[in-house]
């Protein structure tokens, strides 16, 4: 319960749309962002931490060969449930380095 009364299931309804960042490769959210800007900015975040470390580190047991590959999944909300608008190509994060989606803010820069 939020201290406002609400609960979380109460919120989404509010919101008409939520952004959310998820890892595609392991079925991962990350993370709910109000607004597509706030979750290109947590890409940005996630895109300047080592491959290796917490939260790119990927949760599989082949993690030294395996990587993220994150994706921005945007939801309508008006009916309270979560109806699927589209998906964004957003960042890769492996071994190999940082690829930026086609979808991504000048790819990234």
Not at 26 to 55: K, Q, V, Y
Not at 94 to 106: C, F, N, R
Request: hydrophobic share 40%.
């Amino acid at each position: 319960m939020w201290k406002n009364g609400l609960k979380s299931h109460d919120l989404i309804a509010l919101m008409p749309k939520i952004f959310v960042v998820e890892d595609q490769s392991h079925a991962e959210p990350i993370g709910e962002f109000s607004t597509i800007g706030a979750a290109w900015d947590e890409l940005r975040r996630l895109s300047a931490i080592p491959w290796d470390a917490a939260p790119n580190a990927a949760p599989c047991g082949s993690w030294e060969s395996c990587g993220r590959d994150y994706e921005i999944v945007e939801y309508d909300t008006t009916d309270g449930a979560l109806a699927l608008v589209q998906r964004y190509s957003g960042l890769e994060v492996s071994a190999k380095g940082v690829t930026w989606g086609e979808d991504a803010p000048d790819h990234g820069a």
